[in-house]
């Protein structure tokens, strides 16, 4: 007879080997790292510019910039690039992060000789119609009206200037009026000065061989120019702990952000408070699941993360609850920071999250896009890939003492800011 | 481009598919579920999802669904839709076993906790809220079903028709919904990854096996009537922009037609070469974002175009704007490049899907229950022999003014 009270045995997961990225340089001396892998006959190929929020020199210049390398070319008009691309069933795809700005195709190795051109041209050769920018400006504003509309979007705004203050370039809070005040000639100089072979990267991911490296030299091996890029190291971030309130009359939830101002990856302690968030509020287990969702019933869902980008690190967490257990809510959040600092971690919980973290991490490195993306999450905080080395091993051997002393250093309820937009 | 696999199936009924992936450290396991919001009691809609969340809250022999999965390295979802409800995880192919012995458990029965069933009845409010009613424009498909079914339960949305129903949820409800849907028979196992056939095989009857087999569930629901008349419906709502909404009947996911109604909603709206952007977004300047898609639901389906109005454009200019552009498909073939386009990135797409043991894992499963999961494998064939006559076709066949619903959704003036 079968004992389904039995829990089958657990097995350890002793190995996950990340595949590495191999380098090539074109002559230009842009490197092309890559990442043969996976089992279907295609690709990615994403090319980072020193163009992201930390490059540019007012708010929403460089989105605007990354979206109208879409809209003309002097050889090509939006539609003809738009085409282009479709016809040969590629996505072609542009965006900015924090700290870059990409553009990205996903092609059949079949179709890469035929699309890379259109890539090639729109990042050379953008003229920025001055018809498609009104129209990009116009939609893009409404669509910003549209969104201001959504608690979640105006807390996510207003906390990363509660974090950062409103002059730094990651915490500037996007208002309607950036819109009327963005000029189309700020954004062209932008494209000029910060998309070049300067600080440019190449990443290639999927099944790349010696073809795709040929093609990839041919398009972009001519590209030069040096960037004058701007230097914001001299902003420093403001960050207002304490009590922060937005209401919103109507309100039927409220979104509830809390967190701090944190260190980079390249910080000793940053792998072991991986492991501390993941415990508080970082999986469907956590603390802070398991109270406010599956205990109470106040959310459909709260979550924590530690974030790094290249020139700063923070801690957050955020949940939409119902309006009238706001308060109720946040008591609960302190409760489980008290507790994560006070009281020490079972040993069956703290195996419970090593072995959940060491198989999220086996899933995060499954498949050649996701490798390329774990090698984008050391590049660009001037990691190696050691710090994976480390993570695995601070995830295998941190301590209960450990985490209770890190949670209490690191996450000092007095140094949290504190926003709620809604009602409470 | 082939997804190889092999299918048995146990006494009980369960259909079991796996398919074989060596390159990835991880197996996915998918359970299907024949049961979707359609197959609900029209007084207690929103029940197939509600339930998916119980499925969560303990089984049989196990308290805690979660917990000993995540011990084990394990990550799962789940998702409800007016067709299926589906189950997948991932697990760590050393770790397989725990899976077989948490999904199996809770198809034997579930725990049926009263504790559960409270939390996750505000959990699943908390979620209608979020999702359809503190959100700009959240409330639309509340208002949409019901205007463009009258007779068929594609009336009501996955979530309910409204929240008093989630309330009053019965675990009497609960038990008798696991009985009649959630048994072997009424199944799909579907697993994709770094084991063996040999292993599946052992495992599945080993756990699965000893499941007793369910009732049969012959669904009998009723059709939807052609529709005769243009309906429409006008609301004010707290929104910053006039949305509108055109809503036409068109075929299922499982009629050869789809292929054609698929490609057809790709002209119009795949990509920023497609018509609807270049036309009315870009050039007429009518809507700042303007889509249409071709609904895959398995009874007869919604082809929606949908878009927000540009500002200082009228109601009536927009779906003019919209009904030109409809015409043009109905009285005008597509070209031959603009046909080899469309047909290319679905190959694409298809290609990209496959990357993925998850995806796999589904396409095998909503082809097996669609009658072979090796279905899965000639979507691509089925794209491409699709024919610029039949997309004209079909365009005729849905493009007309008495099978529209169309909602109007307008910004409250204050």
Same mark, same amino acid.
């Given at each position: 007879m079968l004992n389904r009270t039995q829990t089958p045995a657990i097995n350890e997961i002793k190995k996950a080997e990340i595949i590495r990225a191999s380098e090539f340089r074109l002559k230009n001396n842009i490197p092309v790292y890559y990442i043969n892998a996976g089992t279907q006959d295609l690709v990615r190929i994403e090319i980072l510019f020193p163009a992201g929020m930390w490059q540019?020199?007012?708010?929403?210049v460089g989105s605007a910039a990354s979206a109208m390398l879409?809209?003309?070319t002097s050889k090509l008009s939006s539609k003809l690039i738009a085409e282009a691309v479709d016809y040969y069933g590629a996505f072609l795809h542009t965006e900015i992060t924090h700290d870059f700005a990409s553009v990205s195709i996903h092609s059949l190795n079949k179709h890469l000789p035929n699309v890379l051109p259109v890539v090639e041209e729109i990042i050379s050769n953008s003229i920025f119609p001055k018809d498609e920018w009104s129209i990009y400006v116009q939609n893009k504003k409404q669509s910003f009206i549209v969104n201001n509309k959504k608690v979640s979007f105006v807390s996510r705004k207003k906390f990363a200037e509660l974090l950062f203050g409103n002059n730094h370039p990651y915490g500037h809070n996007v208002t309607e009026a950036d819109f009327d005040k963005l000029k189309r000639e700020e954004a062209f100089d932008f494209y000029k000065r910060n998309y070049t072979s300067k600080d440019t990267i190449i990443i290639a991911s999927g099944r790349v061989t010696d073809a795709t490296l040929k093609l990839l030299e041919k398009h972009f091996g001519g590209m030069n120019g040096s960037a004058l890029v701007k230097d914001q190291q001299a902003v420093k971030s403001t960050a207002q702990p304490g009590v922060h309130y937005v209401e919103k009359k109507d309100a039927l939830q409220s979104s509830i952000r809390m967190g701090k101002m944190l260190f980079t990856k390249d910080h000793p302690d940053y792998p072991s408070m991986l492991v501390v968030n993941t415990i508080f509020g970082g999986y469907f287990g956590s603390r802070l699941m398991s109270n406010i969702r599956e205990d109470k019933g106040y959310t459909y869902g709260i979550g924590s993360a530690i974030v790094s980008f290249s020139k700063a690190g923070y801690f957050t967490l955020s949940t939409e609850v119902a309006a009238e257990v706001t308060n109720n809510a946040i008591k609960e959040i302190y409760f489980e920071l008290d507790k994560l600092q006070n009281e020490k971690i079972s040993e069956s919980e703290l195996a419970l999250v090593r072995n959940y973290m060491l198989g999220t991490f086996l899933r995060s490195i499954d498949g050649p896009f996701a490798l390329a993306d774990r090698f984008k999450g050391i590049y660009f905080c001037g990691l190696g890939y050691e710090y994976y080395e480390r993570y695995v091993e601070a995830i295998r051997t941190i301590t209960a003492e450990k985490i209770m002393d890190l949670a209490g250093r690191h996450l000092k309820k007095e140094e949290m800011i504190e926003l709620v937009v809604g009602k409470k | 481009m082939s997804i190889l696999f092999k299918k048995f199936t146990l006494e009980n009924g369960l259909r079991v598919i796996f398919h074989e992936d060596r390159s990835t450290p991880l197996v996915c396991m998918n359970v299907l579920y024949d049961v979707g919001a359609r197959d609900e009691d029209p007084e207690r809609t929103g029940f197939a999802h509600l339930f998916e969340h119980l499925m969560f809250g303990g089984s049989l022999n196990i308290p805690n669904y979660d917990e000993p999965l995540q011990r084990v390295g394990g990550e799962n979802n789940a998702f409800t839709s007016n067709d299926i409800t589906n189950y997948y995880l991932t697990v760590p192919a050393a770790n397989l076993e725990t899976a077989f012995w948490l999904e199996s458990d809770r198809m034997l029965s579930l725990g049926f906790s009263e504790k559960s069933l409270e939390v996750q009845r505000n959990v699943v409010i908390e979620e209608f809220k979020q999702r359809y009613l503190n959100q700009p424009y959240g409330d639309i498909w509340l208002l949409l079903r019901p205007l463009v079914y009258?007779?068929?339960?594609?009336?009501?949305d996955t979530i309910g028709k409204e929240i008093s129903q989630i309330s009053e949820a019965k675990m009497e409800d609960v038990k008798a919904f696991f009985k009649k849907f959630y048994c072997p028979n009424n199944a799909i196992l579907v697993l994709t990854g770094n084991t063996s056939l040999e292993e599946v095989k052992k495992l599945s009857e080993k756990w699965f096996g000893v499941i007793p087999k369910g009732p049969e569930n012959k669904r009998n629901l009723p059709a939807e009537p052609e529709q005769k008349e243009a309906r429409s419906l006008t609301v004010q709502r707290d929104v910053p922009i006039d949305a509108i909404y055109k809503v036409y009947h068109m075929c299922s996911?499982? !009629?050869?037609e789809y292929y054609s109604v698929d490609l057809l909603s790709d002209i119009l709206s795949d990509g920023s070469s497609s018509r609807l952007y270049n036309e009315l977004v870009k050039s007429k300047k009518l809507f700042s974002e303007l889509n249409a898609f071709a609904d895959d639901s398995f009874d007869k389906g919604m082809f929606v175009v949908s878009g927000k109005l540009s500002a200082g454009v009228s109601m009536e200019a927009a779906e003019k704007g919209i009904e030109e552009e409809l015409l043009k498909l109905v009285n005008g073939k597509v070209s031959e490049k603009e046909l080899q386009k469309v047909k290319n990135k679905v190959e694409a797409t298809l290609e990209f899907s496959e990357i993925n043991i998850m995806n796999k894992a589904l396409n095998l499963a909503v082809s097996e229950l669609f009658g !072979?999961?090796?279905l899965a494998n000639h979507e691509a064939e089925k794209y491409l022999a699709v024919t610029a006559a039949q997309i004209q076709q079909q365009a005729n066949q849905i493009f007309r003014k008495e099978n529209c619903s169309t909602l109007y959704y307008l910004a409250k003036k204050n």
């Open positions: 540019q020199t007012a708010p929403l879409n809209e003309g | 009258k007779v068929h339960p594609y009336l009501w996911r499982k !009629d050869k !072979d999961a090796d």
